[in-house]
Nanobody, 120 residues
Framework: QVQLVESGGGLVQAGGSLRLSCAAS????????MSWHRQAPGKQRELVAD??????????NYADSVKGRFTISRDTAKNTVDLQMNSLKPEDTAVYYC???????????WGQGTQVTVSS
């Protein structure tokens, strides 16, 4: 069973930066797709960014609301994925979840979530 553990959340002022990390363990196969999602109070969970690996090439996608501010990256050898978040805004406040899967856009495994709070 794949387990995901997130770290790096916290409280930051608007305009600041945070880096989230997620480590996957327990997989006997290559995890090709990893992603970050977030859920703010009273809102549905939304995809923030995902990254799909095909061989040595990684393909990243971002929600429009974070393009140019967030960067997703991964280390396939370590089965980790990071989310660098810059120019944070109060509306980025949410619980951020790491997710992973063996097939692109199909995330079968989820982390427990980490809180990100951006103060104005």
């Amino acid at each position: 069973q794949v387990q995901l553990v997130e770290s790096g959340g916290g409280l930051v002022q608007a305009g600041g930066s945070l880096r989230l990390s997620c480590a996957a363990s327990g997989s006997n196969f290559v995890i090709n797709a990893m992603s970050w999602h977030r859920q703010a109070p009273g809102k549905q969970r939304e995809l923030v960014a995902d990254i799909t690996s095909r061989g040595r090439t990684h393909y990243a996608n971002y929600a429009d609301s974070v393009k140019g501010r967030f960067t997703i990256s991964r280390d396939t050898a370590k089965n980790t994925v990071d989310l660098q978040m810059n120019s944070l805004k109060p509306e980025d406040t949410a619980v951020y979840y790491c997710a992973a899967g063996y097939v692109a856009n199909k995330f079968d495994y989820w982390g427990q979530g980490t809180q990100v709070t951006v103060s104005s």
